[in-house]
């Protein structure tokens, strides 16, 4: 009596038991099969949970609450599940381990167990795979998204076996803002749409306030467009589109739809942007939960566009905003132009056949070890899943072979061809939109009548010359380091660069040993010295006197053709661009000093 009871000790021991995928084991006794095994329920199970590798060497160990995860996805036998670390239990505080490929974050306080959900397999007929493809893919193309990143898993509950999981993080936690943008969740406006609205985060007013304007104002007036990119990431709101476009989400917007921004000025994500929410029925899915035209490869871009998704928008019910808002974007040129050549730029690089079937693929050899037990656990049979993977390889072949028609259906443009170029080969790299080319020639299809901006970027030991067309007159002007053209033809653009001019500077000091020089980042105590330095590059000068020395002024050889700020020699920091061969002398005085020798000495 009155002695407090001890920690409870809980661990799982693998006999016998081999998988190729990392294993969380759920230890919470009969509660969190209460909501496991029956749809609805609301029981929270407190348990231990345990995270090993695919080796079985376990890598981290927590206690805290399971509860249900989903929706109608918990009509499937294998449901999903929430869990949070509980630090107010008194054994940890974070889950402290790297679980997703391509992140550096390593604490999680929340994380879902996802049994693909509305993809399940067998529950859904499902490929087992569709969402977390979908979502990683975007990460892999860079779109400017956030997405639930996705690692396979196999899961134990209570020492059984429970199938093949996602590990996926959980974006709408303030811990997910807080560590990718430095937006901590009372400085966030997050909302999240699935029948109804709300703000996990914040307030949905500001958004409101922002579907207003746009829908209210003219948005082909450059003045009122500039407003809306001051509070919205275009680029987002496009990705959005172009990727639950493209793969045909048969739930969207009224449901399974989160966006958010972040309001401290310290951190980033300050506009409106969107998020990958449950991508479950896409790709061929015989769920079509709004009734869109088509869930088909053929399914033309627009289609959606004016739908009135979820009903009239109002300040309780935002599904329909998102496309008011486009469509009345979509009067703008800047942003018509930005949106046909971003889905031109992904159609080329990111949602093209070989990208999109090899990631699936790649995703698919990641589980298919595992899927033939998950069968035996859960029904279905190896084989009829294999097949359901099939029809979503078939979606993508048809969709990429279908995309750029479906593109000129809607929107009364005509692909071009383009072909980039650096000249000479290895000089330099050409930025394209929000792609980077590093590899030449690049070929791509673009659409006529779109604005393409291009940027250059000399490798060392190269400068910049020129830009040059075939069909084209490009802005402001072909020696412009970036530039633009409204594509008409098919055509070829080169970007010139030539060798570097570099020039020869001396530096010295007077007298000798009076001193060093801090030259660029290097610091220099030998001297005479010369260096090589590229022209019209600045350096930063700075004398450095030695012990007994002062400096006094610079003596700049050339210092009419080479300009050097300030005008003052006797600043002992300067900064000097070169147009000619040089010599640098920094002089130094050496300070005076008295001797007094005594000529007789006393005892102390």
Request: hydrophobic share 35%.
């Amino acid at each position: 009596p009155g002695v407090p009871p001890s920690f409870i000790g809980t661990s799982t021991y693998f006999i016998n038991e081999t998988h190729v995928l990392p294993v969380w084991s759920v230890a919470a006794g009969a509660d969190v099969l209460a909501f496991l095994n029956a749809p609805g329920n609301t029981t929270i199970a407190e348990g231990n949970f345990e995270y090993f590798d695919a080796s079985l060497n376990l890598l981290d160990e927590t206690v805290g609450e399971f509860n249900e995860h989903g929706g109608t996805s918990n009509s499937n036998d294998q449901r999903g599940m929430d869990y949070i670390v509980r630090d107010e239990f008194g054994y940890d505080h974070q889950i402290e381990n790297p679980l997703f490929r391509g992140s550096d974050r390593d604490e999680f306080e929340r994380i879902i167990l996802k049994g693909a959900a509305g993809d399940n397999y067998p529950g859904y007929d499902g490929a087992h795979i569709r969402d977390a493809y979908v979502q990683s893919l975007s990460q892999v193309i860079g779109l400017k998204l956030d997405e639930r990143s996705y690692e396979p898993c196999v899961v134990y509950v209570n020492g059984q076996y429970w199938g093949v999981y996602e590990t996926r993080e959980k974006v709408d936690d303030n811990d997910f803002t807080e560590f990718y943008y430095d937006q901590p969740g009372e400085r966030v406006d997050l909302i999240q749409e699935y029948g109804s609205i709300w703000a996990d985060y914040g307030s949905t007013t500001p958004w409101w306030n922002l579907y207003l304007f746009i829908t209210s104002n003219d948005m082909s007036l450059p003045a009122n467009y500039a407003v809306v990119k001051d509070s919205l990431s275009t680029l987002s709101m496009i990705d959005h589109m172009i990727l639950n476009e493209y793969v045909a989400n048969g739930s969207w917007l009224a449901f399974n739809t989160m966006w958010w921004r972040g309001k401290d000025p310290g951190g980033d994500h300050k506009k409106w942007g969107y998020c990958c929410w449950d991508m479950d029925w896409i790709l061929g899915s015989p769920h079509n939960e709004f009734g869109f035209p088509e869930s088909t490869p053929q399914n033309d871009p627009c289609d959606h566009e004016n739908e009135n998704i979820g009903g009239t928008a109002s300040a309780t019910n935002f599904a329909s905003t998102h496309f008011a808002m486009f469509n009345r974007l979509m009067e703008n040129d800047e942003f018509r132009s930005e949106y046909l050549a971003r889905y031109a730029q992904l159609i080329s690089n990111g949602l093209d056949c070989a990208t999109t079937v090899g990631h699936l693929d790649s995703l698919i050899a990641l589980i298919d070890p595992e899927m033939d037990r998950h069968c035996q656990r859960w029904g279905g049979s190896y084989d009829e899943w294999l097949a359901n993977v099939q029809e979503v390889r078939d979606f993508l072949n048809a969709r990429c072979a279908y995309i750029v028609e479906g593109i000129v259906n809607c929107y009364e443009v005509e692909p071009r061809q383009i072909t980039v170029l650096v000249d000479p080969p290895g000089s330099g790299m050409v930025h394209l939109e929000n792609l980077d080319l590093l590899s030449f020639p690049y070929s791509g299809t673009y659409f006529d009548s779109t604005t393409l901006h291009f940027a250059q970027e000399a490798y060392p030991g190269w400068d910049f010359s020129n830009w040059s067309t075939n069909q084209h007159i490009v802005l402001p002007t072909t020696t412009d380091s970036a530039m633009w053209f409204m594509l008409l033809q098919n055509d070829t653009i080169i970007a010139h660069f030539t060798p570097e001019v570099r020039y020869e500077v001396v530096l010295d000091v007077a007298p000798n040993g009076g001193g060093d020089i801090r030259f660029g980042t290097d610091v220099y105590t030998s001297f005479p010295m010369a260096a090589s330095v590229p022209e019209a590059t600045p350096y930063d000068l700075e004398a450095l006197p030695r012990l007994y020395f002062d400096f006094v002024a610079w003596e700049i050889r050339n210092g009419g053709i080479n300009p050097y700020t300030p005008s003052d020699t006797a600043e002992s920091r300067l900064s000097i661009s070169f147009f000619a061969p040089d010599t640098i002398i920094a002089h130094f005085d050496p300070h005076a000093y008295g001797y007094y020798v005594p000529s007789a000495f006393t005892p102390n």
